[in-house]
């Protein structure tokens, strides 16, 4: 009877000092999830900062192709203006 009353409470013991540490464990899970739950909302945060500064970038870029294409028939218009300048002196 002693054995078993033994065993019990040394299994009892077992349970108790398991039961610890995964309490322990679960405050530990608890706190490093909310650790990555910020750092997910900064991320996607970041994400859509450089979303909106790609989007910025390629509306740059669609201007800056006009601006060429004009710069361009500038340039031409003047040259044949500068040639026909030149063929009158």
């Given at each position: 009877m002693?054995?078993?009353?033994?065993?019990l409470?040394?299994?009892?013991?077992?349970?108790?000092a398991?039961?610890?540490?995964?309490?322990?464990?679960n405050?530990?899970?608890?706190?490093?999830?909310e650790?990555?739950?910020?750092q997910?909302?900064?991320l996607?945060?970041?994400?859509?900062?450089l979303?909106?500064?790609l989007?910025?970038?390629?509306?740059?870029?669609?201007?800056?192709e006009?601006y060429?294409?004009?710069?361009?028939e500038?340039?031409?218009?003047?040259?044949?203006l500068?040639?026909?300048?030149?063929?009158?002196?």
């Amino acid at each position: 009877m002693d054995d078993n009353l033994n065993l019990l409470e040394a299994r009892v013991v077992e349970a108790v000092a398991l039961i610890k540490d995964l309490r322990a464990e679960n405050h530990r899970l608890a706190a490093r999830n909310e650790d990555l739950v910020a750092q997910v909302g900064a991320l996607e945060a970041g994400g859509q900062r450089l979303a909106q500064e790609l989007a910025d970038a390629k509306a740059n870029a669609g201007d800056i192709e006009s601006y060429e294409e004009k710069r361009k028939e500038i340039e031409d218009r003047v040259g044949s203006l500068i040639q026909k300048l030149a063929a009158l002196g």
